[in-house]
């Protein structure tokens, strides 16, 4: 990979979670739950790289240019009698490497027979997260 300014000189990674269920409220996945495990997913495959944390809505360090922002957003909805799952995750810088880079990561999607346990969450955050904890180990 070349180096991207928009990846470089990251010194933190800061996440932002949303769920959005078709039908009300989902008991096996909320906000917090999904900002957690895609912080310890990406923890993991960054194991040397930026501190990676789950921030709280207006949060100072959203703003803060050393953060990389990592908006994680995962629609639940039914299908044929299963629930579909959907992740999707954009990313956003402040300052000067501000412009988003010209590709972002593949949405993710599987399908759920029954609740939706940690190990298939963790599945799914690794394949959204891999492309964005290679760009950041390629651009320090």
Same mark, same amino acid.
């Given at each position: 990979?070349?180096?991207?300014?928009?990846?470089?000189? !990251?010194?933190?990674? #800061?996440?932002?979670?949303? !769920?959005?269920?078709? #039908?009300g409220?989902?008991?096996d996945i909320g906000d917090e739950t999904l900002c957690g495990r895609a912080a310890a997913v990406l923890s993991g495959l960054l194991a040397s790289g930026p501190a990676v944390t789950a921030l709280a809505p207006n949060d100072a360090r959203i703003a803060d240019p050393g953060t990389l922002l990592v908006l994680v957003h995962a629609t639940l909805r039914p299908e044929s009698g299963k629930r579909m799952l959907a992740l999707a995750a954009t990313l956003q810088r402040s300052g000067s490497a501000g412009d988003?880079?010209?590709?972002?990561?593949?949405?993710?999607a599987l399908t759920l027979s029954g609740t939706l346990d940690e190990s298939l969450l963790d599945s799914?955050?690794?394949r959204?997260?891999?492309?964005?904890?290679?760009?950041l180990r390629a651009n320090p």
């Open positions: 990979m070349s180096p991207l300014p928009f990846f470089q000189r !990251v010194e933190r990674v #800061g996440l932002l979670c949303a !769920v959005d269920a078709d #039908g409220p989902v008991v988003p880079p010209f590709f972002m990561m593949p949405p993710q799914l955050l690794r959204l997260l891999t492309p964005l904890s290679g760009a």
